[in-house]
């Protein structure tokens, strides 16, 4: 979280590469000495929400989850009428962690430029009021009518000030005295560190995207392409396609040696699904015995169509179990069908996580032994 200028140049230089120089904003700041025996008096009404809001931040797996939960808790806990963020983000690392995130329009800002953060706060880093009319010449949640009463908190990491809480018109008796202001601050400056923590969790799991039993992608593989189509699909205008195909009867194989043949079957269906996917089409293993398989351009007379034939071509099959017998495979199909431009401010991510629970839901094995095709609803 750091400015970038150009102007300075290394060796490279001379052959016409320049090297950016790094500006780190404020000075290191140390938080200021208190004696042993000093108290302070604070909310407990707010330490108690404030605790709450860092347990669920720090369960989030997503950076979106991560600023959306604490924007989102934070107006909770202080019955503010207006939230707003701002974050030191020079290179766009954080920016492509978060991705599309149209939920959170005018509420988070991510900017390149440490100056603009840094230069409300003058030498101290520290929570303040503003002064009337202060919101409006620094741009503070611009474009409201009313910007008075606001309260600005500023997020230190390492002793630099990489972001910007600001918050209206907190609840009557909140934010009033130098013990919640500490206590917000204190809260303010763990965000940075969750945030980091949540794209590292994020950059580790896209490196793991393939399940190790069926070798085709697993949950989080799956949901990266199903994002990804998404996205297409809504610049085009198109509709984007999951099938759920559940394979019913195996669960109870508990042993070890049926725990083998288990994964035997499942990695032949796997099999047989993925040789006959298009070019722009994929299958994951997203539940124990379940595969979703994303189709393209997919309205729903066409998906159906598809369906049939998975239920058709698997139904009944018999495979090898490994040890002188067969199994036959019970598939439940069911699918769901979603153009995008059908739910206008939704996030990719959201709309995927819908769908998904959608085929999830809908592909439910049942006692009877019975077999069917179920279209889910994505909502």
Known sequence: MKEVHEGKHSEAGSQGYTVEEITLGLPVQEP??????????????????LSKLHRVMLE??????????????????????????????????????LGDTPELLGMLELTP??????????????PRKLMPGEAARLNILEGRDDRSGIVIVPAVELGHIVGSLHLKAPRLGLLDGEGDLELLFDFMNLVPVTLRHAIATQVTSELMLVDPVT??????????????????????????????????????????????????LLSEVAHKIAVGLRATDAVGRIDGMCFGVLVADAPPDTIEAICQRYQTELKGE?????????IEILPNVSWVSVNPHAYPGRAVSELSGMMLD????????????????KRGEAR
Do not use: K
């Open 318 to 326: 018999m495979l090898d179990d490994g040890a002188g017998g067969s």
């Open 32 to 49: 200021t000495a208190v004696a042993l025996g000093e108290r302070v008096e604070v909310s407990r009404y707010l330490a108690r929400r």
């Open 358 to 373: 959608a085929v999830l839901s809908a592909s439910t094995c049942n006692q009877s032994g019975e077999v069917f095709i």
């Open 215 to 264: 070798r085709v992608a697993n949950r989080e593989g799956l949901i990266r392409d199903l994002d990804r189509e998404i996205g297409r699909a809504r610049r085009a205008g198109r509709d984007v396609g999951l099938v759920g195909i559940r394979l019913c009867g195996l669960d109870g194989m508990a042993n070890l040696s049926q725990q083998h043949i288990q994964t035997q």
């Open 113 to 126: 430029d440490s100056h603009r953060i840094t230069s409300m706060y003058g030498d101290a880093a520290a």
């Open 60 to 97: 989030a797996s997503r950076p979106s989850e991560v600023v959306g939960d604490f924007i989102a808790g934070v107006r909770s806990a202080t019955g503010c009428s207006e939230v707003e963020i701002w974050l030191h983000d020079p290179v766009g690392v954080l920016g492509a962690s």
